[in-house]
């Protein structure tokens, strides 16, 4: 079983940056696709941008195309996303998700993930 630990959240001013960590526990770390995903308050969660276990591959959501980058250093067991410009639109919780996968899969739909963290909190004031 993995465990997932989010942070690095917090309060930004729009068109400020933040970086969020999610460290992984368990084997294989490189098996596993990871994703970030995103859920307002009675809003859906939305996927936000995925890496293969290989991290080759990442893919964001039109939204944050252009202003996120996700990466991941296998070495650390440990998947980042870099979120800049942000927006007052990119409140939310964000999710770390992990599945295991072939090293090259994308994985964008939030049901293929089994495994999550508990979220991290990022508010964006206008």
């Known amino acids: 079983q993995v465990q997932l630990v989010e942070s690095g959240g917090g309060l930004v001013q729009a068109g400020g940056s933040l970086r969020l960590s999610c460290a992984a526990s368990g084997r294989t770390f490189s098996s596993y696709a990871m994703g970030w995903f995103r859920q307002a308050p009675g809003k859906e969660r939305e996927f936000v941008a995925t890496i293969s276990g290989s991290g080759r591959n990442p893919y964001y959501a039109d939204s944050v195309k252009g202003r996120f980058t996700i990466s991941r250093d296998n070495a650390k067991n440990t998947v980042y996303l870099q979120m800049n410009s942000l927006k007052p639109e990119d409140t939310a919780v964000y999710y770390c998700?992990?599945?295991?996968?072939?090293?090259?899969?994308?994985?964008?739909?939030?049901?293929?993930?089994?495994?999550w963290g508990q979220g991290t909190q990022v508010t964006v004031s206008s």
């Open positions: 998700a992990a599945v295991a996968s072939s090293p090259w899969s994308v994985v964008t739909a939030e049901g293929q993930y089994d495994y």
